[in-house]
């Protein structure tokens, strides 16, 4: 597992990879190896996504009748959804790669989507952690939700247009796959799985 000081490094090389900046290529680790250790990621994000899972944890008490039971099989089912949500997008795009003929960018595209997935899910949990300390804040943290939402698939579609050298119709495109995919089905799995209120 990458200590803080080689996620932080990798983290440092897709932000200038953001900013267009070729050196970033230089900071992350491109090789087979590199991309296997991207999936570390996940585990780095887990005490981002207990922020949220906590956060909603409440919000669906809040909209249940009382009594409703949301124990550790509740967070198991939003622990499901999240590793399939992350996933869902990473095996779309390697299956169409040799459809769309992307596939020499294919090891670069997705070892920098998962570091920069630190970073975007750090930043989610954010109007999360509002609206848990400050449950008043409600309204304010959901527009502070928009607002990172919107400022992640802008920064995604950076991140993807330099590592698909800069074909900005193809990473429009691989920024959607990224993005619908697993809203549609983490809704769906919401709705199977029992985690929305109502």
Same mark, same amino acid.
Request: glycine share 8%; proline share 7%; with cysteine.
């Given at each position: 597992? /990458?200590?803080?000081?080689?996620?932080?490094?990798?983290?440092?090389?897709?932000?200038?990879?953001?900013?267009?900046?070729?050196?970033?290529?230089?900071?992350?680790?491109?090789?087979?190896?590199?991309?296997?250790?991207?999936?570390?990621?996940?585990?780095?994000?887990? /005490?981002?996504?207990?922020?949220?899972?906590?956060?909603?944890?409440?919000?669906?008490?809040?909209?249940?009748?009382?009594?409703?039971?949301?124990?550790?099989?509740?967070?198991?089912?939003?622990?499901?959804?999240?590793?399939?949500?992350?996933?869902?997008?990473?095996?779309?795009?390697?299956?169409?790669?040799?459809?769309?003929?992307?596939?020499?960018?294919? #090891?670069?595209?997705?070892?920098?989507?998962?570091?920069?997935?630190?970073?975007?899910?750090?930043?989610?949990?954010?109007?999360?952690?509002?609206?848990?300390?400050? /449950?008043?804040?409600?309204?304010?943290?959901? #527009?502070?939700?928009?607002?990172?939402?919107?400022?992640?698939?802008?920064?995604?579609?950076?991140?993807?247009?330099?590592?698909?050298?800069?074909?900005?119709?193809?990473?429009?495109?691989?920024?959607? #796959?990224?993005?619908?995919?697993?809203?549609?089905?983490?809704?769906?799995?919401?709705?199977?799985?029992?985690?929305?209120?109502?």
């Amino acid at each position: 597992m /990458p200590w803080l000081d080689e996620v932080l490094h990798y983290i440092n090389g897709v932000y200038l990879l953001v900013r267009q900046k070729q050196e970033g290529f230089g900071w992350l680790d491109l090789t087979p190896r590199g991309l296997a250790r991207s999936f570390w990621s996940f585990v780095w994000c887990l /005490p981002a996504f207990a922020v949220i899972w906590a956060s909603w944890r409440l919000y669906y008490i809040a909209g249940m009748p009382a009594g409703t039971a949301a124990g550790p099989v509740f967070l198991v089912k939003l622990l499901v959804i999240d590793v399939l949500g992350w996933l869902l997008p990473l095996a779309l795009v390697t299956a169409l790669a040799p459809v769309l003929g992307y596939g020499k960018h294919l #090891l670069v595209l997705l070892t920098a989507s998962n570091w920069i997935s630190v970073p975007f899910t750090y930043a989610a949990a954010l109007p999360f952690a509002l609206s848990l300390i400050l /449950p008043a804040t409600a309204p304010f943290a959901g #527009l502070l939700l928009y607002a990172v939402f919107g400022a992640s698939v802008m920064l995604q579609f950076r991140l993807l247009w330099m590592c698909l050298g800069k074909q900005t119709l193809l990473s429009a495109a691989i920024t959607a #796959l990224f993005v619908l995919p697993p809203m549609i089905v983490g809704q769906e799995l919401q709705r199977l799985l029992g985690t929305l209120p109502g």
